[in-house]
């Protein structure tokens, strides 16, 4: 008994040793090699448990670095935490040093986050050490000091809103407007969920430091007012921006009207219908319909937010003026298509002439590539788009012959297991991001020029560095 005894003991007390001289030995987290992964029945099984200890093991080290120094042993991350997994199951006594709460920051952020907090406590040799730290991380948040550009976590298939919130984080005039004080001070008097929500996560992508954050907020409030993103599928990222604007631009008229009942007399501006999404947002089409029986006429309006372009079939390569040519081609509509004419009181051929009344401000166009199997057609576009060929009599205006991109969405795979990027350009910096989820990377104009794109962001004007305070 007592021999059993003692020998657990012993056999406990080398397990404590190894993993203290691991925990001292260890110089820095690796990625967790698959090779290591593979016939583990821990990860088969177990693989929360496994990230779990992982993430105590990156904090683990952030503490043990700061706190013994000078061993120099390497010091594997899986053997590691496979020693205190294996520790932690034979005796739950080992104490797991207290965790730094893990924010959204980099790993090496949370390292130099702790590395400066610690400074205070250090002794005088390690003062300098803690000061080489504190320099580098000087150098790391002028590094990543880069507003309205923030990576986003993926909380589970999110990509696809991960690209929309990109996309509308470098809309400049619209960053600007929401993060204005006097849109905060109305929004917090009306109950706008969704607007409070994405201002703060707006506030956080361009005034916080971080080079990613968890838009985990917007993704429950959304979830909550539109029930059709309440999962963990792939969403197509063109139906949810249309929804986040409406969304976003039915909370804003709340504020206007509530506004307005407050103080009538200083918001005599504010219609009813029209808010800041709508300004920037919405165009309008026109439509001539030409009757083939008796050459009557008809016009009619309709207001867009997106415009839906179709690709052409059987060619692998098109530009986007194609797209735009086709979307704006006459069409005849014929059999059941017909439409009743006024003056003949009958349902008759009906030429059909399609123009852009009002170009928007912000103009989004989204390229039709579901049709029933992904379209791949490499539509080609520049950075430079001239809507002119396509504005009807009454819009014509030389300022419309030079739109700006700022942001492209690309879709790779298919239609229910692919993945969403974004490339945007930021106005202070002027230069282009590549955002894949968390990841954030530059990239060269010529990279923007994209075979899988999905949607184009074009501004009527180039943007300037927004006015926000804080900035
Ligand atoms: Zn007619």
């Not at 590549?434 to 060269?444: L, W």
Request: charged share 15%.
């Amino acid at each position: 008994m007592s021999s059993t005894s003692s020998q657990h003991k012993r056999t406990s007390e080398d397990s404590t040793s190894q993993l203290l001289s691991h925990l001292q030995g260890w110089t820095g987290p690796a990625l967790l090699p698959l090779s290591d992964l593979k016939g583990s029945v821990i990860d088969v099984f177990l693989p929360g448990l496994w990230v779990t200890l992982h993430v105590i093991c990156i904090n683990t080290f952030v503490l043990r670095t700061l706190q013994s120094r000078g061993s120099g042993r390497q010091v594997n991350l899986t053997e590691f935490t496979r020693t205190l997994a294996s520790q932690l199951a034979v005796d739950s006594s080992v104490a797991v040093p207290v965790l730094p709460q893990l924010n959204s920051c980099s790993y090496q952020e949370t390292r130099l986050a702790n590395a400066s907090k610690q400074r205070t406590n250090t002794s005088s040799s390690a003062q300098v050490m803690a000061n080489d730290k504190h320099i580098s991380a000087v150098k790391l948040q002028t590094r990543w000091n880069r507003p309205g550009v923030c990576g986003l976590d993926n909380s589970g298939n999110s990509c696809y809103l991960n690209v929309v919130l990109q996309c509308l984080c470098s809309t400049v005039p619209l960053v600007e407007h929401l993060l204005n004080q006097d849109t905060r001070r109305d929004l917090a008097k009306s109950k706008c969920r969704f607007a409070e929500v994405f201002v703060r996560l707006l506030e956080e992508m361009w005034l916080g430091r971080s080079s990613s954050c968890a838009p985990l907020e917007a993704r429950s409030v959304l979830s909550s007012i539109l029930p059709q993103f309440n999962n963990y599928c792939q969403q197509d990222a063109q139906e949810l921006l249309l929804f986040l604007l409406n969304t976003l631009h039915d909370d804003l008229k709340k504020t206007c009207s509530s506004t307005r009942q407050l103080r009538p007399e200083q918001n005599r501006n504010c219609a009813a219908d029209f808010t800041i999404v709508s300004h920037l947002f919405e165009g309008q089409l026109s439509y001539k319909t030409l009757c083939m029986h008796c050459d009557h006429q008809a016009h009619s309006k309709q207001a867009f937010t997106v415009l839906s372009l179709p690709i052409p079939t059987d060619i692998i390569k098109c530009s986007i003026q194609d797209c735009l040519s086709l979307f704006f081609e006459q069409t005849i509509l014929t059999g059941g298509e017909q439409m009743l004419c006024s003056v003949c009181g009958l349902r008759r051929e009906t030429v059909v002439l399609t123009s852009l009344d009002k170009p928007p401000e912000i103009l989004l166009l989204h390229l039709k590539r579901w049709n029933q199997v992904k379209l791949r057609t490499n539509v080609g576009f520049s950075m430079k788009l001239d809507l002119t060929p396509f504005l009807s009599s009454s819009a014509q205006n030389a300022s419309y012959s030079s739109y700006h991109l700022y942001a492209v969405v690309n879709h790779t795979g298919h239609l229910n297991m692919g993945h969403y990027t974004a490339l945007c350009h930021n106005a202070p910096a002027q230069v282009w991001h590549c955002f894949d989820d968390s990841i954030v990377r530059e990239v060269q104009d010529r990279v923007v020029q994209s075979p899988n794109a999905y949607m184009l962001l074009y501004s009527c004007k180039p943007f300037q560095k927004p006015k926000i305070q804080g900035l």
